[in-house]
């Protein structure tokens, strides 16, 4: 599992810490990790040019001391000071000390030092900023774009938001962040997760004073492979969970068929499907139990999918919200969902729009979500009381229970945005709600699985969204490995 910690928990958790270590031990430690992931991105230390962007906080001062440990083994550092006279002292001295020197972000010389760099630390602002890069800082990461240098941005890519996600300005693009102590949720959400590049954790100590519940996570294959259902010995269909599909329409029969296919492959006994798609269902899945009734006359099942391709037709929806059984819904049906319907259930509801769909719901734009993901999320979870799973470049998972964590799917691709992927999402993780997974557990592992399904499918090229559904059983068998 990957954690990340908001701002404001890093630091009472540091306070803890630093209180219990001698003085600036916390900041050495920092700055050895840095200077290490640093030397590895290098193919040598001796001779390369080194250039700190360098902010007057803390942050700056990690990068003044790891400039300091590459100066010593050989390298040429030279520091752009933002702020000359407010620049960490100590930190300062030490780079000095070692070899180092100054300049300031004005100088004539410093466009053609940072494009001749052949390493670029971001140490400008950490999780002490807000808002994109101020004025004078924003050139730098212009010219840090521009320079061929691998840019490494210290904690995180200064000007991004630490706690959301959110990009509100100019802010830095790194090749790789090195992060320290635990990861922000910024550094797993775009867009601000894109300026980050890859992601390296260094240990300083602080997992003993963070509180152990995150305020996001993310999954990794162990923790899915806990969550997935295994049959047992004892197990036989009915027990390993019926789910029900009520999608699809005359005019949209494909949903329906993608929605089928996913559920198939998600760990239920059996797939129930009613609708007006039955014949296009049964000619590709002819192990589909159908039933000419609506959700609630159709059987028994353990959960219902409902939405996707049902155009215009409330009935199903309202139906099958009228259950006592786990509701996902999705697609058209979210928009056909009645708020307070949702919100009286007593069995739970899973509902999984994209950012248009979202968007729709909360009555703002669809870029105001996309921008916002987290903020988007977190709204729709309290106000339908419903887990909700936000689809798009980052998928995030969020509970109404503001105390549980957001969970963030680490295994997307953007090849997975092609038409009828997100019906088989939809099956998918209806059938792991019927197999008896929490809506958070059926959401985040059926996220997982259709990312790695919606690689394997695609190899790089495009692919479509019954060969996502035919690789779910290969992602679920490496998952399991
Ligand atoms: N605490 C610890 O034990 C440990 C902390 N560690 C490190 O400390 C970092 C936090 O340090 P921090 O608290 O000093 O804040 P920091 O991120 O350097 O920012 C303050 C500076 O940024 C400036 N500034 C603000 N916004 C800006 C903007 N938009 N654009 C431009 N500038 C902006 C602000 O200016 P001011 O408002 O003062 O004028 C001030 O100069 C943390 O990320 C980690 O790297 C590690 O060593 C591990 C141990
Ligand atoms: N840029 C992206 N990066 C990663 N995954 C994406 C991206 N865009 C879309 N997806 C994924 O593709 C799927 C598309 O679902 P959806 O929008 O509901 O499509 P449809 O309605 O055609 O089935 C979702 O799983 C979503 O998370
Ligand atoms: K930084």
Redesign the pocket.
């Known amino acids: 599992m990957r954690s990340a910690h908001r701002v404001e928990t890093v630091r009472t958790a540091e306070r803890t810490l630093m209180a219990q270590l001698p003085d600036g031990a916390l900041m050495q430690r920092a700055a050895a990790g840095l200077a290490a992931a640093c030397a590895a991105a290098l193919p040598h230390i001796y001779g390369s040019r080194i250039v700190l962007l360098t902010g007057s906080g803390d942050n700056g001062g990690d990068t003044l001391y790891a400039g300091a440990r590459l100066a010593k083994r050989g390298a040429g550092v030279t520091a752009v000071l933002l702020n000359p006279t407010r620049t960490h002292p100590e930190a300062l001295k030490a780079l000095l000390r070692a070899g180092g020197t100054t300049t300031t972000p004005t100088a004539p010389t410093t466009p053609s030092l940072i494009n001749r760099a052949d390493l670029i630390l971001d140490g400008i602002v950490g999780i002490g900023g807000k808002g994109g890069l101020r004025p004078e800082a924003a050139p730098l990461a212009e010219l840090a774009a521009a320079s061929p240098a691998t840019v490494v941005s210290v904690d995180l890519p200064s000007g991004i938001e630490p706690d959301t996600g959110e990009v509100n300005g100019p802010a830095i693009h790194a090749d790789l962040t090195v992060t320290f102590g635990t990861h922000k949720p910024g550094l797993l959400i775009d867009p601000a997760r894109e300026h980050a590049g890859s992601v390296r954790l260094i240990d300083i100590g602080l997992a003993s004073t963070l509180p152990a519940t995150p305020d996001v996570e993310s999954l990794q294959h162990a923790d899915v492979a806990a969550l997935l259902p295994h049959p047992s010995p004892e197990s036989d269909k009915y027990r390993r969970g019926v789910v029900g599909i009520a999608a699809g329409s005359a005019r949209y029969p494909g949903a329906a068929v993608l929605a089928v296919a996913g559920a198939l492959r998600g760990g239920a006994g059996a797939v129930r499907y009613v609708g007006p798609a039955a014949d296009a269902v049964l000619t590709r899945f002819p192990e589909t139990l159908v039933s000419d009734k609506g959700p609630r006359k159709a059987g028994r099942v353990q959960a219902w999918v409902t939405g996707p391709g049902a155009g215009d037709d409330a009935a199903p929806v309202a139906e099958a919200l009228s259950t006592d059984v786990p509701v996902l819904l999705?697609?058209d049906g979210l928009r056909l969902a009645d708020r307070d319907a949702v919100r009286a259930r007593t069995a739970p509801t899973l509902m999984t729009p994209?950012a248009g769909e979202a968007a729709a719901l909360l009555g703002v734009s669809r870029e105001e979500v996309e921008s916002a993901r987290l903020t988007a999320v977190r709204d729709l979870a309290r106000g339908y009381h419903a887990t909700v799973l936000l689809?798009?470049?980052t998928?995030l998972i969020a509970t109404p229970d503001d105390d549980t964590p957001v969970r963030v799917n680490p295994t997307?691709?953007?090849w997975?945005?092609?038409?009828?992927?997100?019906?088989v999402?939809s099956g998918l993780a209806g059938s792991l709600l019927a197999a008896g997974l929490s809506p958070l557990d059926a959401a985040s592992a059926a996220?997982y699985l259709?990312g790695l399904a919606g690689r394997y499918a695609a190899k790089g090229a495009p692919t479509i969204?019954q060969d996502v559904a035919e690789a779910i059983p290969a992602a679920w068998r490496d998952i399991t490995a």
């Open positions: 999705d697609a994209h689809k798009g470049s998928t997307g691709t953007p997975l945005a092609t038409a009828g992927s997100g019906d999402l996220a259709h969204a």
